[in-house]
């Protein structure tokens, strides 16, 4: 089965503090793409960060990182000196391919709150 | 990049009734697939829209139910077909090229009665 699993429902930070959103995956698949996605509470979600599973080296989005480890299945996100219009809700997700086709399977989300 | 809109944003409809939600993309795009997003839960994939063929439904999702179509590489429409109230949710379309960013629309919050 191809499943993401977030572990932390709701978060919250202060601002300019530094949180990390946790993410496992369960794919049987060699080759996949890793997503961060954010969805603010106007509902639109858009890209955070992406890592494609080849890669060793951890990517970075300039305040988003990654910690990307591909034995464990793992894929955490750390937002440095949060913002408060980082307050959304977080969704990892893994993108798998195969028959000219491709489709994304998402997490449960972890909602993160940036305190002023 | 690419902008996603849907229409309705939202509506109430009355149970056994049918609503079809549009997908416009301002660009081309290869892949085009529709999600079902229960508020504050996770998305759930309904099918993927395939341009000049039929959609690929996911397990749980049938054409009967759920007909989709893909006219061209920019629109696709979405029918919730004999509305029940377990139907109310956010319905979300998203739309991108392999390996490339998924963009996606606002949604279109159903409520059905």
């Known amino acids: 089965a191809q499943t993401v699993t977030q572990s932390q429902p709701e978060m919250s930070v202060q601002e300019a503090e530094t949180v990390t959103l946790s993410c496992t995956y369960d794919?049987?698949?060699?080759?996949?793409?890793l997503f961060w996605y954010k969805q603010p509470p106007s509902r639109q979600m858009i890209l955070v960060i992406r890592?494609?599973?080849?890669k060793q080296q951890n990517a970075t989005e300039n305040r988003f990182s990654v910690n990307f480890q591909k034995a464990a299945k793992s894929f955490s996100l750390k937002i440095s000196d949060s913002q408060l219009g980082d307050t959304a809700m977080y969704f990892c997700?893994?993108?798998?391919w195969g028959s000219g086709t491709y489709k994304y399977i998402f997490g449960t989300g972890t909602r993160l709150k940036v305190l002023a | 990049s690419a902008v996603i809109s849907q229409k309705p944003s939202r509506d109430i409809c009355q149970r056994g009734t049918s609503l079809t939600i549009q997908c416009q993309v301002d660009?081309?795009?290869?892949?085009m697939f529709w999600y079902r997003q229960q508020p504050g839960q996770s998305l759930t994939l309904i099918a993927t829209a395939n341009q000049g063929s039929e959609a690929t439904y996911e397990s749980g999702f049938v054409i009967d139910k759920f007909p989709i179509s893909r006219p061209n590489l920019t629109f696709s429409t979405l029918t919730v077909s004999n509305m029940s109230p377990e139907d109310s949710s956010i319905y979300l379309c998203?739309?991108?090229?392999?390996?490339?960013?998924?963009?996606f629309g606002p949604g279109t919050r159903l409520t059905v009665t």
């Open positions: 890592q494609e599973a080849y």
């Open positions: 997700a893994f993108m798998i």
């Open positions: 660009s081309q795009v290869t892949m």
């Open positions: 998203s739309g991108g090229t392999f390996l490339n960013e998924q963009y």
């Open positions: 794919t049987s698949e060699n080759n996949y793409y």
